[in-house]
């Protein structure tokens, strides 16, 4: 071994002792404490029951174990850094400065051990135990000290677990008893199970969830009374279900509807409404009290699904003030109950709602995929109009712009610009021939749009898209949403078509069906499920379905075929005639309150047949970018292992598209400080055609297709401002389809320090948004 390396490995080991040392000192943490006072570090919970299986008991413990206060401070590995941070700060001797915010927003103050009432955790442990029916169990507790620390250790002693031998329910002849008779099938009390507190008042909250059902407005949970006897039988409990002596009379009587009255211009900084005679409106079973004339009153009548006569229940309750936010037209919904003083047992009901404004402008920043695959950020201002023909409808009117932004060492300046403008109109509720009978608590919407987009690859072409769309957006519940356009036509025209680009097509004829004219009508169909907004699981999913199917009924009725020079056009445009299927799911693993593992798979398949060939380029698939696979350019990578030579080294590369994707990501997401958060991911996947093109060799699908798969990674940041994310993820090349077959892999080829390997992998992605 030479003397460098000697000299070397001695001072990693003298810069590793010394890091040791420090830590060691530093994070003992008990240099600071009270004079008398001890550093408390955890407790444990021992649970003593011979009859009980070890995983059991270990599940009892953890449980106890939770239970006990106060916590110690966090440890990572047996070390305390937020105690270390706490005590390495001193006390600041002003509320802002380093020393400030080392204490008090990074550091963590000493969890002592005079602050742990070791009596008061005993009892909270048998009582806790008590109320799982291990009744007269014994706890104790006791201490233990060392170099300035202690722990405390709880040893819990338990009995025979009770079960329940039986359960009765109240069995009198009333309208409350029969009600509550014909929810004993469903009843969480079974004999045989252990006996549980929580199970019990599980079920008095389950009783009265079926009784608000069924008009007992005024009843409660605590009204009824579980009288637990355990005085006979081998640890066995006998429970009976009974209504309070003392339970009000109007708590066992089920209540009909009778007024339904509907304040549409409340304000809530005043306590009545103020209103003449002509402001009353009847309509069907509600009293409509529109100040300002300004609803339809058809709009209340398919938001309250309460009707006259009704028996009071608590799903048409909640069902109603859901509906009623979701218009989107109220800033604030009330709703109050009154016992009503003209007929017995009934209730007035009453709405009082405030308006939000009827106009506003809106600005947003957002990273987007358009309908012809191309992704970037975008800037969209929003003119909005609610409730404009008095029937909570919506219209907006947007503008926006913007543009696909990768920097790279290579083939730069051909970026994607884009701006336009869009109007839609969208209807709370569902507008077809016939009647559609729903009670969501979303309410379903009829949407009608119109836009324009002007897209402009610079220095090469520009394409003029229009579109026209109607159809239904629907949830079924907070996780399940579709949407279905009836109607959905696109024409795309080119303009400003370069000379450099003109010569390219001349040397490869598939450049050209970027720029052809293009009519796609048709009807789209997608489905969304996600479980996304529940930020306490561990995993959450997300999955997206597209149906598109375009120009079938034309087709199907004229018979065109192509293959028989039989081509439909329109306006002397080929009509495009295709089956589209793509699916987009997601996984996110929670390893952290701040860190997450994000997945994502993207599989699609386009089928052209009848009038087309070939499906139209601005519904083909597109591979790599900043929200696909990052190491490779926009719309560049594939088809499967094709490489466009003719262009490989000019000043821009083209775009690729095919017939059949697959992609799949994975990125750890984690926060560094503040808005600051970081990312190391891998992109994988390809493009392909499914028809052989004698100009694109190896773009087409085979039995080899994981053979031209492309792979890339990359780091990134990401800071959160709240209002947006802005992205930046810098990302290479693992993996090349295009080289051959054994020289795919690159990752020997990896060189940061060579300023050509950076010039030709290293691309820098700049976006607003997660890419997933």
Same mark, same amino acid.
């Given at each position: ?76 590995? &047996? ?21 400030? *915010?080392?204490?008090?927003?990074? &550091? ?19 009582? /806790? ?91 409660? !949970? ?17 429970? +009976? ?48 009290? %529109? ?125 994607? $610009? ?9 209807? !709370?509720?569902?507008?077809? !021939? ?39 957006? *629907? ?44 009519? #796609? ?17 561990? +995993? ?30 329109? /306006? ?40 087309? +060939? ?14 696909? #696979? ?7 990578? &594939? ?33 560094? /400080? ?13 493009? *392909? ?19 031209? #798969? ?40 990896? %060189?940061?320090?060579?300023?050509? *390997?950076?010039?030709?992998?290293? #691309? ?5 948004? $997660? !890419?997933?």
């Amino acid at each position: 071994m030479s003397k460098k390396h000697s000299d070397m490995e001695i001072r990693y080991i003298r810069y590793f002792v010394v890091l040791s040392l420090f830590f060691v000192y530093g994070c003992s943490n008990t240099k600071y404490l009270p004079e008398g006072d001890l550093l408390y570090t955890g407790s444990s919970v021992t649970v003593k029951d011979s009859t009980m299986k070890k995983k059991e008991r270990k599940a009892l413990e953890n449980e106890m174990e939770g239970l006990l206060r106060p916590k110690p401070n966090k440890a990572i590995l &047996g070390l305390r850094p937020k105690l270390w941070f706490y005590n390495l700060a001193g006390k600041p001797t002003k509320d802002k400065g380093i020393r400030y *915010w080392l204490r008090n927003k990074v &550091g963590e103050e000493p969890v002592l051990f005079s602050k742990v009432d070791l009596d008061y955790n005993a009892a909270v442990l048998r009582n /806790f135990a008590e109320n799982r029916g291990y009744f007269k169990n014994r706890v104790s507790a006791d201490s233990t000290v060392n170099n300035k620390r202690a722990t405390a250790e709880y040893i819990v002693q338990l009995r025979k677990q009770y079960k329940i031998k039986e359960v009765k329910f109240p069995e009198d002849s009333s309208a409350l008893g029969k009600a509550i008779a014909r929810t004993i099938r469903r009843s969480l009390l079974k004999e045989g199970n252990p006996y549980d507190l929580d199970i019990i008042k599980a079920e008095r909250a389950r009783i009265d969830a079926r009784l608000k059902e069924k008009g007992f407005y005024y009843f409660n !949970p605590d009204y009824i009374l579980a009288q637990v006897d355990s005085t006979k039988g081998d640890y066995e409990v006998r429970i +009976n279900l009974k209504i309070k002596d003392d339970t009000p009379e109007k708590a066992k009587t089920a209540y009909k509807i009778d007024k339904i009255m509907v304040y549409p211009n409340f304000a809530v900084s005043k306590d009545t409404v103020k209103y003449k005679k002509e402001d009353i409106v009847q309509y069907n079973d509600f009293t409509i009290i %529109d100040t300002a004339d300004t609803f339809n009153p058809r709009v209340f009548d398919r938001a309250i699904l309460f009707k006259k006569g009704d028996f009071y229940n608590r799903k048409d309750h909640n069902l109603t003030l859901n509906r009623f936010v979701n218009l989107g037209t109220f800033s604030f919904v009330k709703n109050e109950f009154k016992t009503s003083d003209s007929l017995k047992n009934t209730l007035d009901s009453y709405y009082y709602l405030t308006l939000l404004p009827k106009k506003f402008i809106r600005v947003e920043v957002v990273g987007k995929t358009n309908s012809a695959s191309y992704t970037g950020s975008e800037i969209n201002v929003n003119w909005n109009n609610r409730n404009v023909f008095k029937g909570a409808e919506l219209l907006t009117v947007s503008v926006f712009g913007g543009a696909d932004f990768q920097l790279s060492g290579e083939n730069n300046g051909k970026n994607i $610009y884009k701006l336009g403008a869009e109007t839609s109109l969208t209807w !709370p509720r569902f507008i077809t !021939p016939f009647h559609i009978h729903e009670n969501s608590e979303f309410v379903p919407r009829t949407k009608a749009t119109l836009r324009y987009e002007f897209q402009n690859r610079t220095q090469l072409y520009s394409l003029n898209s229009f579109n026209a769309s109607f159809g239904y957006l *629907w949830k079924e519940s907070i996780r399940k949403e579709h949407q279905l356009n009836v109607m959905d036509i696109t024409y795309v025209s080119p303009n400003n078509v370069t000379a450099e680009y003109q010569e390219d097509i001349d040397e490869d004829s598939a450049l050209g069906k970027v720029i052809e004219k293009q009519l #796609i009508f048709g009807s789209t169909y997608s489905y969304t499920y996600t479980n996304t907004m529940q930020k306490r699981k561990k +995993n959450t999913f997300y999955f997206n379905g597209e149906l598109d199917l375009a120009g079938n009924i034309t087709g199907l009725i004229t018979g065109a075929n192509i293959k028989k020079k039989d081509t439909i056009k329109i /306006f002397n445009v080929p009509l495009s005639q295709y089956a589209k299927v793509k699916t987009d799911f997601r996984h996110y693993l929670k390893l952290g309150k701040e860190t997450e593992l994000a997945s994502r798979i993207i599989v699609g398949i386009g089928l052209p047949y009848g009038n087309s +060939n070939v499906m139209p380029t601005s519904k083909q698939f597109v591979s790599g970018g900043t929200n696909s #696979i990052r190491a490779f350019r926009a719309r560049t990578l &594939g088809p499967g292992s094709y490489l466009n030579t003719e262009t490989a080294n000019s000043s821009y590369l083209p775009d690729q598209s095919g017939d059949l994707k697959l992609e799949f990501s994975t990125e750890y997401r984690a926060k560094l /400080f503040s808005i600051v958060k970081g990312a190391l991911f891998v992109d994988a996947g390809n493009i *392909w055609l499914l028809n052989a093109d004698p100009n694109k060799q190896g773009a087409k699908i085979s039995k080899d297709f994981m053979k031209e #798969i492309a792979v890339g990674a990359g780091a990134g940041l990401r800071f959160d401002l709240s209002f947006l994310i802005l992205r930046t993820d810098l990302a290479f090349p693992l993996r090349k389809p295009w080289l051959s077959e054994n020289d795919r892999w690159v990752i020997d080829d990896i %060189d940061f320090g060579n300023s050509a *390997w950076r010039k030709e992998n290293l #691309i820098l992605n700049i976006a607003i948004g $997660y !890419p997933f």
